[in-house]
């Protein structure tokens, strides 16, 4: 027996338009991806043009970080400036039970932090 039998002709006409229908999805997938990396590829030239010392942030953004940060060293010094002046109104127990000013405080702390970095 020559050819094919009744039940193969079939399958040989469905094997042949899955192979069509996965062709067209992969060109259509392959087309949008394309399409994506393009866009991808557009943004990241115009970043990778303006080279190493570029800002970072927007104007706006920009204008309010320099904002927030002088105001919370005008605030800490504020609060620098009061504790020198009335170092009474910020006194408070140390960690051995003593009375001492937030400042005095704070110096022991940081040289507590020295001698562990050493080590």
């Known amino acids: 027996m020559c050819g094919s039998s009744g039940q193969e002709t079939p399958i040989s006409g469905e094997q ?36 190493p010392d570029q800002q970072g942030f927007g104007s706006q953004e920009l204008a309010a970080l320099n904002t927030r940060a002088g105001e919370g060293v005008g605030a800490n010094y504020a609060k620098a400036s009061q504790a020198l002046s009335h ?33």
């Open 87 to 119: 170092p009474d109104l910020f006194t408070q127990t140390d960690f051995h039970g003593r009375h001492t000013t937030q400042l005095e405080v704070s110096l022991q702390v940081a040289q507590q932090l020295k001698v562990v970095r050493k080590h």
């Open 16 to 51: 042949q338009s899955l192979s069509a229908l996965l062709s067209a999805d992969f060109s259509e997938r392959f087309a949008q991806q394309t399409s994506t990396l393009q866009n991808l590829n557009t943004m990241l030239t115009a970043i990778a043009e303006a080279g």
